[in-house]
């Protein structure tokens, strides 16, 4: 097992290893404490990996429910956010009490939101089951739920207290599920780790334990020093800026690991053609994206993705700030005003 700590606001580890659902509940009552338990899960984890978290968290001594949505971004909504509010209410949560994010981002980030705000904030622990959540979202404290308007729309910064991370259930993840979640892998190469840049061109998945703890090391690096993301965190959204506008441009028919990979290869011609990186670096992270299949030619004009883009939240008034790679394992921020935004959307087509 590998622990990684993380220093924010709050300090908690990352604990990334195998059957370690088995031990969740001793995991979390060492970490979090409290009286009971909230399992916050969809139903396609629930039927999988429900009934070992709640065994587990028994076990070690809590009063466990469960709330359960349906899978996929549209439970990320506000009816979803109340509900698990008024199911804490109903059942006495107290503050000390904890929730327990069980499955993928949507999961993470609805739950983590409700316990933001639940009694002003009670005890939030994430357990990330697809290979996006175990890299991204389970770490660093983002959280939020979608509104008609758009995605990620209010939220709030939470920590949890424990994250735990048991890869053998990335075992049962689709092979487009995972890929998506290969993208957010090759976009920290490229911004900060050539060495797993090289290891990502091997299979990922004998490799998980060592990559998913490179990926979270380096995200813990960055929200250490930006937890509120005015600053160096925005290197996260390397490949994101395109790859929003891409998904959103397809009515999310786009997967957002097939967007971003769009977007890292849009970035990057755009950053190659200004001179930020040379041809070589461009050529070498095109053909990693290639290799893992990703289709990389976007079906959208530069026009229909700048209106997209500008009416995401990364943008800041009249500036936006891109991430422009500079060679493999490092980039940088550039902020744009809006105006520029087009001409580096049609050079990056
Ligand atoms: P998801 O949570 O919708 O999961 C994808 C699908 O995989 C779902 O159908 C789910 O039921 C299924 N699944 C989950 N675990 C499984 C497993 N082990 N075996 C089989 N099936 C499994 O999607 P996601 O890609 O994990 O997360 C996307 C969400 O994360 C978006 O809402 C995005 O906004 C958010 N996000 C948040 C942050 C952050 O920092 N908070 C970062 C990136 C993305
Ligand atoms: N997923 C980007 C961030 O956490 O900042």
Same mark, same amino acid.
């Given at each position: 097992?590998?622990?990684?700590?993380?220093? $924010?606001?709050?300090?908690?580890?990352?604990?990334?290893?195998?059957? @370690?659902?088995?031990?969740?509940?001793?995991?979390?009552?060492?970490?979090?404490?409290?009286?009971?338990?909230?399992? /916050?899960?969809?139903?396609?984890?629930?039927?999988?990996?429900?009934?070992?978290?709640? =065994?587990?968290?028994?076990?070690?001594?809590?009063? /466990?429910?469960?709330? /359960?949505?349906?899978?996929?971004?549209?439970?990320?909504?506000?009816?979803?956010?109340?509900?698990?509010?008024?199911?804490?209410?109903?059942?006495?949560?107290?503050?000390?009490?904890? /929730?327990?994010?069980?499955?993928?981002?949507?999961?993470?980030?609805?739950?983590?939101?409700?316990?933001?705000?639940?009694?002003?904030?009670?005890?939030?622990?994430?357990?990330?089951?697809?290979?996006?959540?175990?890299?991204?979202?389970? %770490?660093?404290?983002?959280? $939020?739920?979608? !509104?008609?308007?758009?995605?990620?729309?209010?939220? +709030?910064?939470?920590?949890?207290?424990?994250?735990?991370?048991?890869?053998?259930?990335?075992?049962?993840?689709?092979?487009?599920?995972?890929?998506?979640?290969?993208?957010?892998?090759?976009?920290?190469?490229?911004?900060?780790?050539?060495?797993? &840049?090289?290891? !990502?061109?091997?299979?990922?998945?004998?490799? !998980?334990?060592?990559?998913?703890?490179?990926?979270? =090391?380096?995200?813990?690096?960055?929200?250490?020093?930006?937890?509120?993301?005015?600053?160096?965190?925005?290197?996260?959204?390397?490949?994101?800026?395109?790859?929003? +506008?891409?998904? +959103?441009?397809?009515? &999310?028919? %786009?997967?957002?690991?097939?967007?971003? $990979?769009?977007?890292?290869?849009?970035? =990057?011609?755009? $950053?190659?053609?200004?001179?930020?990186?040379? +041809?070589?670096? *461009?050529?070498?992270?095109?053909?990693? @994206?290639?290799?893992?299949? &990703?289709?990389?030619?976007?079906?959208?004009?530069?026009?229909? *993705?700048?209106?997209?883009? @500008? =009416?995401?939240?990364?943008?800041?008034?009249?500036?936006?700030?891109?991430?422009?790679?500079?060679?493999?394992?490092?980039?940088?921020?550039?902020?744009?005003?809006?105006?520029?935004?087009?001409? &580096?959307?049609?050079?990056?087509?």
């Amino acid at each position: 097992m590998e622990k990684v700590t993380v220093n $924010a606001s709050r300090t908690y580890d990352i604990l990334i290893g195998e059957h @370690l659902l088995d031990t969740a509940g001793e995991r979390i009552r060492a970490a979090a404490g409290g009286g009971a338990a909230l399992v /916050v899960t969809d139903d396609t984890v629930d039927r999988l990996y429900g009934e070992k978290l709640v =065994s587990s968290l028994r076990r070690s001594g809590y009063r /466990v429910e469960k709330f /359960v949505i349906p899978p996929g971004e549209a439970s990320k909504n506000t009816e979803n956010f109340l509900g698990i509010l008024n199911f804490l209410a109903e059942k006495h949560f107290t503050r000390s009490d904890v /929730v327990a994010a069980l499955g993928g981002g949507v999961v993470g980030d609805l739950a983590g939101f409700a316990a933001a705000c639940f009694h002003r904030g009670m005890t939030f622990v994430q357990l990330p089951t697809t290979l996006l959540a175990a890299v991204d979202s389970s %770490v660093g404290g983002k959280t $939020a739920v979608d !509104l008609p308007a758009g995605k990620n729309l209010i939220g +709030a910064f939470y920590q949890p207290a424990l994250v735990i991370c048991d890869i053998r259930t990335l075992d049962t993840l689709s092979e487009e599920i995972f890929r998506d979640g290969c993208a957010e892998v090759i976009k920290y190469a490229i911004i900060a780790d050539r060495e797993l &840049f090289m290891d !990502l061109k091997q299979p990922v998945r004998p490799q !998980l334990e060592k990559i998913i703890t490179r990926c979270v =090391s380096i995200k813990r690096d960055i929200v250490a020093r930006d937890e509120f993301d005015t600053g160096v965190r925005q290197l996260l959204n390397f490949g994101h800026t395109v790859g929003h +506008a891409v998904e +959103a441009c397809s009515d &999310f028919a %786009v997967s957002h690991g097939s967007g971003v $990979a769009i977007g890292m290869a849009a970035e =990057s011609r755009a $950053a190659a053609q200004r001179g930020f990186c040379d +041809a070589l670096c *461009l050529n070498e992270i095109v053909s990693l @994206l290639r290799l893992y299949g &990703f289709s990389l030619d976007c079906p959208y004009s530069a026009e229909a *993705l700048c209106e997209k883009a @500008l =009416s995401d939240k990364k943008r800041r008034g009249d500036a936006i700030t891109l991430v422009v790679p500079r060679e493999i394992g490092q980039a940088e921020l550039l902020t744009v005003p809006v105006g520029e935004l087009l001409s &580096f959307f049609r050079s990056g087509r």
